[in-house]
């Protein structure tokens, strides 16, 4: 078990620019999420998959944000136009049907100048 | 609206004075209260799932219990390596999935 794997680890960019984050899960997984850590706010659940259906989008915070799952082994999360709001930890974790509790990959902590 | 407050936010022990870190939670339907721990740079590591009142679970110095408003992490005889961040969710099943509330998390350090 390789764990949640995401890519980039860190990511600077400027303001205006379009961020893609990756995630891959642990393999026979069915449930995919997508969380943000920030100081002020924790930890947020933006969006969540399940066998690569988004189910519940209501933590996306603007438009500008956009999760695909386009398989089982594969999940973006774009920002375009980024912002520098929108610097901090992104974090994906993924769990099984019924088993309980998800496990997070390392993060990808993502700055905004 | 789901609601976790962890308290306190910072805690600093000496290495042995063992205490207790709390957890409260306004939620409807409960599915289950989970702890996580997180390092510096890393992601959270899930640590345990309780599901009802009265419920304990213990691994190495830590023992969680959950009431029907509140859950304490009791961190007997620390150790400097018990050092982070301590997480406490609440969860609704959802199609058989864990949707997890986090609260703000207490931050442990553990002095030699």
């Known amino acids: 078990d390789a764990g949640v794997i995401q890519s980039p680890r860190h990511e600077v960019t400027e303001m205006g620019q379009e961020v893609t984050l990756r995630c891959k899960p642990i393999s026979g997984h069915d449930y995919l999420f997508w969380y943000r850590q920030t100081m002020m706010r924790g930890l947020e659940l933006l969006i969540y998959?399940?066998?690569?259906?988004?189910i519940d989008d209501s933590g996306m915070p603007e438009d500008r944000f956009s999760a695909k799952m386009p398989n089982a082994s594969f999940s973006t999360l774009k920002i375009q136009p980024s912002e520098p709001r929108d610097s901090a930890v992104y974090f994906c974790a993924s769990s099984l049907w019924g088993q309980g509790a998800p496990k997070f990959g390392p993060g990808t902590r993502l700055t905004v100048t | 609206e789901d609601q976790v407050t962890q308290s306190p936010e910072a805690l600093r022990l000496q290495e042995g004075e063992s205490s207790s870190l709390n957890c409260s939670y306004t939620?409807?339907?409960?599915?289950?209260l989970f702890w996580y721990r997180q390092d510096p740079g890393k992601g959270p590591e899930f640590l345990f799932t309780?599901?009802?009142a009265g419920e304990e679970k213990e691994k190495e110095r830590l023992k969680a219990t959950l009431t029907k408003k509140e859950s304490f992490l009791h961190i007997t005889a620390p150790k400097p390596e018990d050092s982070a961040t301590y997480l406490c969710?609440?969860?609704?099943?959802?199609?058989?999935?864990?949707?997890?509330?986090f609260g703000q998390g207490t931050r442990l350090t553990i002095n030699p």
């Open positions: 309780l599901y009802s």
């Open positions: 969710a609440v969860s609704h099943l959802i199609q058989g999935a864990q949707k997890l509330v």
């Open positions: 939620v409807s339907g409960l599915r289950g």
């Open positions: 998959f399940n066998n690569n259906v988004p």
